[in-house]
């Protein structure tokens, strides 16, 4: 099957700085591509780089044609959603007025929506600002899966909440990348071995590693210790999460 996004020869820039060089991977047109490395290799970067966030040259094609020239709003347009890292939500609009806000298409998937969150649905007249960080990235996803995307391009959806919650999130991805191809930046090893199909692991601002299997690559230690600086074997033990400086120093990012 044609991968859903293309991406060769990118290197981005920001102010001035090269943060990634020479970046080449394809996102398959199902399931989840999880997108790995240690804090500051590029990874948020990456996914800016795509949609035209910050400066890039190279290529990437969408479902087979070239969008790297075009503006992110067309790229957007053609279906790229982009769940960003922070969760940003308008704190003093209801929930419902988040979603409402959020919607592009002419026939908004909202049966979707209310079937993933029924959770949203009972606070839809809640302020976004009051709920919880779960709650808020739960917004976060449903606004983007309201609308008919070719992929989803979600980072750390998972960062800073408690593992109920995580748990909650991950199942949702799960659902939801029944419906959309996603790119997936998750620091938290579980979640990955969990959701991801193939994986793209980046190092000093480079590809370092790509593995059809992400389960194939965590289960290798050598290689896990030596790219996320951390191995967990899979049995819940308590490991810190990549790029937290166990293991070696994070490499220079490429300039
Ligand atoms: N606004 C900015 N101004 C200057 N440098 C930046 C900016 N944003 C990111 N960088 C630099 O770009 C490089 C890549 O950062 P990026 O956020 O893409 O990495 P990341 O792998 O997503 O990290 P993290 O896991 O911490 O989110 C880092 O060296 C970072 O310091």
Redesign the pocket.
């Known amino acids: 099957m044609k991968p859903i996004l293309n991406i060769a020869g990118l290197n981005a820039f ?2 001035g ?1 090269q ?1 990634i060089e020479d970046v080449s991977f394809s996102v398959p047109a199902t399931g989840i591509t999880a997108l790995l ?1 240690r ?8 996914i800016k780089a795509i949609i035209g966030l910050i400066g890039r040259t190279g290529t990437v094609e969408l479902d087979g044609q070239r969008i790297e020239k075009e503006e992110t709003h067309r790229i957007i347009r053609r279906g790229v959603g982009y769940v960003p ?1 922070d969760r940003e939500v308008f704190s003093k609009l209801t929930v419902a007025e988040n979603l409402k806000l959020a919607e592009r298409d002419a026939h908004p998937r909202r049966q979707l929506v209310e079937e993933l969150f029924p959770d949203l649905v009972k606070r839809s007249g809640q302020l976004a600002g009051t709920l919880s960080g779960g709650q808020q990235q739960m917004v976060s996803l449903a606004r983007a899966l309201l609308n008919e995307n070719k992929v989803l391009l979600i980072d ?1 959806p998972t960062k800073g909440l408690a593992p109920k919650i995580v748990q909650e999130v991950a199942d949702t991805l799960a659902q939801a990348a029944a419906t959309v191809p996603i790119l997936l ?1 998750e ?1 938290n090893l579980q979640v990955v071995r969990q959701l991801a199909d193939g994986a793209v692991v ?1 190092s000093g601002g480079r590809v370092a590693h790509t593995a059809d299997s992400a389960a194939d690559f965590l289960a290798d230690e050598d290689l896990t210790r030596r790219l996320l600086g951390v191995h967990d074997d899979g049995a819940g033990a308590a490991a810190p999460a990549a ?1 937290s400086g166990a293991g070696e120093p994070a490499p220079e ?1 490429a300039r």
């Open positions: 920001i102010a700085q943060v490395g804090n500051g290799v590029g990874k948020t970067s990456t890292e750390e930046v620091q980046l790029g990012v």
